[in-house]
C-alpha cells in the first residue's frame, strides 16, 4: 500500500506515470512456454527439459523497465489430468487466467493442433483479454504457414483482440524481444506490482528445487521423470560464503529409490552435480549440493501429501 501511495503522489508531481499487468502463457504441454518465460526476462527462473509436463506451477516472472513492468506467469501444459497432480496443474491454469491482462497462446508449428490445442483453443477463445497467439519452433517447422492457418481456425469467433507471431523461442533473442515490446504496449497504466530489481516470487528454496527436479527429469527414463518430486529442506551459508543446500527427491514406490539412486550412487551424483553447476552459475558462489531419496507412495494420487510437496 505504501508502495502505491508513494506512486501516486509522484503522477500527481508530474512524473511520467508506469505501466504494469500480468501476462498468462499458456499452451499444451512440451511447446515452449518455459523457455519463451526465460528468454522473456532474460534470467532462468522455470525448468527446462526436452520431458512434457515439466512445469507443474505457476512461476511468475517479472520483467521490468523505467516507466513499465510485465509479470509473466508461465503456466503447467494444459492436458487430461490422470490424478491429482494432473488436477492441480490444470487449476493453475485456469487460476492464471482468471485475473490476467494478456494472454500468450504457445503452440508448436511442428504439428498441426492436437486435442489439447484444442481443449486451450476453447479456454482463450472466450476469454475477453487481449491474446496474442505465438507459433513457436518455426525454425524446425516443416510447413509453418500451414499450421498458422490451423491454430488460427481453432479461435474462429473470438471477438476480443488479438495477433499471431511466428518465433523459435530459443535462437530467435529479436524476434523474443520484439514480441515482449509489443505486449509492453498492451499494459494498463498501473504502479509496479513489485519491486525493481526482482526476476521472480519463487523463493529461492523452491526455485533451487525445481532446478534439481529439471536435472531429474532429464536423466530418468520412462515414466519415472513424473513420480519423482523435489524439495529443500535446508540452505545455509557458512562463513567463506558457501550455501549449503540439502534437498530430498521424492519418489511413489520403494522400488524407484534404487533407480533414482543407480549403481553405486551414479545416477544421484550425476543429477546432483548437474544441478550444483547450474546453481552455482546462478549464484555466483560455491554450492554444496545434498541429495537425498525419500519414498512418499503414491504422492501423485493424495491430495495431502500434494500439499505436503507445494502443490496448493
Do not use: C
Not at 509473466?72 to 496443474?89: E, W
Not at 487460476?95 to 476453447?122: M, Q
Not at 553405486?264 to 549440493?289: M, N, P
Amino acid at each position: 500500500m505504501t508502495d502505491s501511495l508513494q506512486h501516486l503522489d509522484s503522477n500527481e508531481q508530474g512524473a511520467p506515470s508506469t505501466r504494469a499487468g500480468f501476462v498468462a502463457i499458456v499452451g499444451k504441454p512440451n511447446v515452449g512456454k518455459s523457455t519463451l518465460l526465460n528468454n522473456f526476462l532474460g534470467v532462468k527462473v522455470a525448468p527446462i527439459s526436452p520431458k512434457p509436463q515439466t512445469s507443474r506451477r505457476g512461476v511468475r516472472g517479472i520483467f521490468t523497465t523505467d516507466e513499465e513492468q510485465i509479470v509473466f506467469v508461465d503456466t503447467p501444459g494444459l492436458h487430461r489430468p490422470k490424478d491429482a497432480l494432473g488436477k492441480y496443474m490444470n487449476d493453475e491454469v485456469h487460476s492464471a487466467l482468471a485475473d490476467v491482462d494478456v494472454i500468450v497462446w504457445v503452440v508448436d508449428l511442428r504439428h498441426p493442433p492436437t486435442d489439447e490445442d484444442e481443449l486451450v483453443a476453447r479456454i482463450v477463445r472466450d476469454a475477453p483479454k487481449p491474446l496474442v497467439l505465438v507459433g513457436n519452433k518455426v525454425d524446425a517447422a516443416k510447413y509453418p504457414d500451414e499450421a498458422v492457418r490451423l491454430y488460427t481456425n481453432l479461435l474462429e469467433g473470438r471477438t476480443g483482440e488479438w495477433q499471431s507471431v511466428v518465433l523459435s523461442a530459443q535462437k530467435d533473442p529479436a524476434a523474443v524481444a520484439a514480441l515482449r515490446a509489443s505486449i509492453l504496449a498492451l499494459l494498463p497504466e498501473n504502479p509496479f506490482f513489485y519491486p525493481v530489481g526482482s526476476a521472480s516470487d519463487q523463493t529461492r528454496e523452491v526455485w533451487a528445487a525445481e532446478l534439481v527436479r529439471e536435472e531429474a527429469m532429464k536423466k530418468l527414463r520412462e515414466e519415472l521423470p513424473y513420480a519423482v518430486a523435489t524439495r529443500v529442506t535446508s540452505w545455509t551459508e557458512r562463513e567463506d560464503g558457501l550455501q549449503r543446500i540439502e534437498a530430498e527427491l521424492v519418489v511413489e514406490k520403494a522400488s524407484h529409490k534404487g533407480i533414482v539412486i543407480g549403481k553405486g550412487g551414479a545416477q544421484l551424483k550425476e543429477i546432483g552435480q548437474a544441478a550444483r553447476k547450474q546453481l552455482e552459475v546462478f549464484l555466483s558462489q560455491k554450492v554444496f549440493l545434498g541429495l537425498e531419496v525419500i519414498v512418499i507412495h503414491d504422492w501423485r494420487k493424495d491430495p495431502e501429501a500434494l500439499r505436503e510437496l507445494g502443490y496448493e
